[in-house]
């Protein structure tokens, strides 16, 4: 291996996400808003760019127009010392069909990693909540002689069957023994704590040429979905090949106690709203407000919020919410929530334990109890998102079975 490796990263962000719904009716899951001023594609490349990786290749797949627009108007670099970040469509290059799968992507796409001529390829999913520097990562993974190196999160044993499990080898702490993709069910916890597991974060580093020889066998084989962690990662583990990194050792400058290692999976509608409540904790779960290792994202040419309104009856004020650029509001109440630009709050409307995204309009005395509201949805004067569940499921909203209420991009509520 080279001493300074040349690196070429891949974000997978080809995914329906569908437990997303109806959040991803109109948009890929990477473009989903998060945080007021994201999108959830932000994240990993914010990670990649902060960890000196500027060569970027996107697979984008489903509904993806938002995305790719996105990626093209915020994440352009100076061609002049070769950075860029490429979303780049499913082509069908073999054959007359779509990605089966993650592994599938990355072989689909092999001429890119070809015309680049990697050392190593970074692999990276595309909607997680986190930092985490890479260069660690490729570091331990050259030192260790692995092949193929997972990222690995410690996760409670009973969750098991949402993760690919790590079995670390006794004798190698750093390599893998076995590893198996979401497993209905694990007996064995860790050494140290048998009450969790080392679940994989979906983030993979390779060597190209062992990288290019397992996608091939892959690509021929019966008995295969074409994945990353259910074929690829087991492939490399079954051979002896795959190393670990424990992303608890990852350190971040301006990192905090309370957000040192965090990580969440935001596929399922109570675990984004859930990463939103970290946001806006008083000591945050997540700091967006780390300046040492930023994330990155372009809001537009925006004025900053408004608050009006400061009588007795009528106080326009947000308590314990993220606020972000061009919104107003104008003599109502915000309370633990996150408001995303342009939204508007008119008088005595009240917004409680919410997520609003842009252009959202609250009119009079309307009120909004632990909702999502995507992007330009309009409240009339006195009406209600999240008080009376019957009501919102007869209006054909999504309620979960938590209780939070999700009503799609551009409705008009007016009961």
């Known amino acids: 291996m080279a001493k300074n490796p040349k690196i070429l ?3 997978l962000a080809g995914g329906e996400g569908t437990r997303l ?19 959830l594609i932000d994240f990993p490349l914010s990670n990649l760019v902060n960890s000196g990786y500027r060569q970027v290749v996107v697979l984008t797949q489903y509904k993806s127009h938002s995305l790719d627009r996105h990626i093209s108007q915020v994440w352009r670099f100076s061609p002049l010392l070769g950075s860029y970040v490429s979303p780049v469509p499913a082509q069908q290059r073999l054959g007359k069909h779509w990605y089966l799968g993650s592994a599938d992507a990355i072989y689909q796409t092999i001429n890119i990693i070809e015309d680049v001529q990697p050392d190593i390829v970074v692999i990276v999913g595309a909607d997680h909540v986190y930092r985490m520097d890479f260069e660690q990562m490729v570091q331990q993974h050259i030192e ?29 702490p750093n ?10 069910t694990t007996t064995t916890g860790l050494p140290d704590n048998p009450n969790q597991i080392l679940a994989s974060m979906g983030n ?12 091939a066998l892959d690509e021929k084989a019966a008995d295969t979905k074409h994945d990353m962690g259910g074929d690829i990662a087991p492939y490399f583990a079954s051979r002896n090949e795959a190393g670990v990194y424990d992303f608890n050792s990852n350190e971040i400058p301006g990192s905090t106690a309370t957000d040192h290692a965090y990580w969440r999976d935001v596929g399922t509608i109570k675990q984004f709203y859930d990463a939103h409540m970290d946001l806006i904790a008083y000591v945050p779960e997540f700091n967006l407000y780390n300046q040492d290792w930023p994330i990155y994202t372009m809001s537009g ?14 106080l326009g004020h947000a308590t314990d919410s993220i606020v972000s650029p061009g919104v107003i ?9 996150v408001l995303s630009p342009n939204v508007r709050i008119h008088s005595w409307a009240q917004i409680v334990d919410s997520v609003l995204f842009d252009g959202v309009v609250i009119n009079r005395r309307a009120r909004v109890y632990k909702a999502i509201l995507d992007k330009n949805v309009v409240l009339t004067e006195n009406s209600t998102v999240g008080i009376d569940t019957e009501h919102d499921l007869a209006r054909g909203f999504t309620v979960t079975p938590d209780g939070i209420t999700v009503v799609p991009k551009n409705t008009i509520v007016d009961d």
Request: charged share 25%.
């Open 9 to 11: 990263s891949i974000v």
């Open 21 to 39: 719904m109806p959040l991803t009716r109109d948009r890929a899951k990477p473009a989903v808003p998060f945080g007021g001023v994201y999108r």
């Open 144 to 172: 260790s002689g692995a092949e193929f190196t997972v990222a690995g999160i410690r996760q409670p044993i009973e969750e098991s069957n949402q993760f690919g499990v790590i079995e670390v080898d006794p004798d190698h």
């Open 175 to 184: 390599m893998i023994k076995n590893f198996q993709e979401k497993p209905p």
């Open 204 to 215: 993979y580093v390779a060597n190209t040429k062992a990288l290019f020889e397992a996608l």
């Open 301 to 314: 040419n925006l004025p900053p919020a408004k608050f009006v309104h400061a009588g007795r009856d009528r």
């Open 329 to 337: 509001v104008s003599g109502g109440e915000v309370h633990h929530s």
